[in-house]
């Protein structure tokens, strides 16, 4: 009986240790090294700065780990036209440039574990490119964020605290953006030629009806001094 006493303690002893301890968390804690932006928009963009936790989702296996970070739009105005201007991956008439944001995440000791490049899209890019449209209707001082997803590149730490960085691009061809407006000139010329057709189309009528009328004012004319002349020949006669 003693000896069950015992045994009772010790799987009792297990079970609280168990729920006292948990299951470690898999969720994971970024921070920005920097609030400035890398590359091509540094200057139209900041980064929130405060520590960015990552929920773990075991019932996604496509992105395990969202990441979200919140920018903010500077008092810079934009250096371009953003018409036109889509996320990288969009293509098609209208589309003159493109652009994207990417990420870095490095360990603690600085080993980059995870990059999503600013110039690709789908799987190697960012989660949504809504995202990024967003960005572009930002006035001054108002955030936005932008995602990427993740899978297992925090599972193995065991320390899940992690720094990253943000890079971005920008890439416009101007070449494409001088031909539509060369076409868009050209098709407004041809408008006005439709126009300056028509216009010659009434000159030539109107011009065709005097020719015509003149001819008739002459040939009327002649009749008239043959008739005169005629009268005169026959009143010597008399």
């Given at each position: 009986?003693?000896?069950?006493?015992?045994?009772?303690?010790?799987?009792?002893?297990?079970?609280?240790?168990?729920?006292?301890?948990?299951?470690?968390?898999?969720?994971?804690?970024?921070?920005?090294?920097?609030?400035?932006?890398?590359?091509?928009?540094?200057?139209?963009?900041?980064?929130v700065?405060?520590p960015?936790?990552?929920?773990?989702?075991?019932?996604?296996?496509?992105?395990?780990y969202?990441?979200s970070?919140?920018?903010?739009?500077?008092?810079?105005?934009?250096?371009?036209?953003?018409?036109?201007?889509?996320?990288?991956g969009?293509?098609?008439?209208?589309?003159?440039?493109?652009?994207?944001?990417?990420?870095?995440?490095?360990?603690?000791?600085?080993?980059?574990?995870?990059?999503?490049?600013?110039?690709?899209?789908?799987?190697?890019?960012?989660?949504?490119?809504?995202?990024?449209?967003?960005?572009?209707?930002?006035?001054?001082?108002?955030?936005?964020?932008?995602?990427?997803?993740?899978?297992?590149?925090?599972?193995?730490?065991?320390?899940?605290?992690?720094?990253?960085?943000?890079?971005?691009?920008?890439?416009?061809?101007?070449?494409?953006?001088?031909?539509?407006?060369?076409?868009?000139?050209?098709?407004?010329?041809?408008?006005?030629?439709?126009?300056?057709?028509?216009?010659?189309?009434?000159?030539?009528?109107?011009?065709?009806?005097?020719?015509?009328?003149?001819?008739?004012?002459?040939?009327?004319?002649?009749?008239a001094?043959?008739?005169?002349?005629?009268?005169?020949?026959?009143?010597?006669?008399?």
């Amino acid at each position: 009986m003693k000896k069950l006493f015992i045994l009772i303690g010790l799987v009792a002893g297990m079970l609280t240790l168990n729920s006292c301890g948990g299951e470690k968390s898999k969720d994971a804690t970024l921070t920005p090294k920097s609030t400035s932006l890398q590359g091509d928009l540094r200057d139209y963009f900041t980064i929130v700065e405060r520590p960015y936790v990552v929920k773990y989702d075991e019932n996604n296996w496509l992105s395990e780990y969202l990441i979200s970070i919140e920018l903010q739009r500077t008092n810079v105005p934009f250096r371009f036209d953003t018409e036109g201007i889509e996320p990288v991956g969009t293509f098609g008439e209208g589309v003159y440039g493109n652009f994207g944001i990417g990420i870095e995440v490095y360990d603690a000791e600085s080993n980059l574990i995870l990059s999503k490049s600013a110039s690709e899209s789908g799987l190697s890019g960012v989660y949504s490119s809504d995202d990024l449209k967003n960005l572009l209707t930002l006035a001054e001082g108002e955030t936005g964020f932008v995602r990427w997803s993740a899978r297992k590149e925090f599972e193995k730490y065991d320390n899940k605290e992690f720094t990253f960085k943000l890079t971005s691009y920008l890439k416009i061809d101007k070449n494409a953006k001088k031909s539509a407006k060369v076409n868009s000139s050209s098709s407004s010329i041809d408008d006005d030629v439709d126009d300056i057709s028509i216009d010659d189309d009434v000159d030539d009528i109107y011009n065709s009806a005097l020719k015509e009328a003149s001819d008739m004012y002459e040939q009327a004319q002649k009749e008239a001094e043959e008739m005169y002349q005629n009268a005169l020949d026959e009143v010597s006669n008399w």
